[in-house]
Nanobody
Framework: QVQLVESGGGLVQPGGSLRLSCAAS????????MAWYRQAPGKQREVVAT???????DYADSVKGRFTISRDNAKNTVYLQMNSLKPEDTAVYYCKTEVLSPVFSRTDYWGQGTQVTVSS
């Protein structure tokens, strides 16, 4: 019904930058809240950043000042701009969207995950 396709991950040196994208497609009325999560090896999945439909944002303390979440409602896409990357940012990054269906039920959908590796 709804598919999320992530892109933009890869290998980058410490101090470098990456931009992740997550585009939603399928059958829905609209997308409300969107978020990025990450999961490092041996760690629990944690929220990195969130953005509401009204563009209000929130960030994990570990990424404040370095990461920026944004969205383009016309394109049903959420982005995560990651600057000043550190080795501890290495993880699989997942996007999550809260979708309002044509009959106004709410469902969370997850992307497939994209690997971000920060290493020299």
């Amino acid at each position: 019904q709804v598919q999320l396709v992530e892109s933009g991950g890869g290998l980058v040196q410490p101090g470098g930058s990456l931009r992740l994208s997550c585009a939603a497609s399928g059958r829905f009325f609209r997308i409300d809240d969107m978020a990025w999560y990450r999961q490092a090896p041996g760690k629990q999945r944690e929220v990195v950043a969130t953005v509401t439909r009204g563009y209000r944002t929130d960030y994990a303390d570990s990424v404040k000042g370095r990461f920026t979440i944004s969205r383009d409602n016309a394109k049903n896409t959420v982005y995560l701009q990651m600057n000043s990357l550190k080795p501890e940012d290495t993880a699989v990054y997942y996007c999550k969207t809260e979708v309002l269906s044509p009959v106004f039920s709410r469902t969370d959908y997850w992307g497939q995950g994209t690997q971000v590796t920060v290493s020299s």
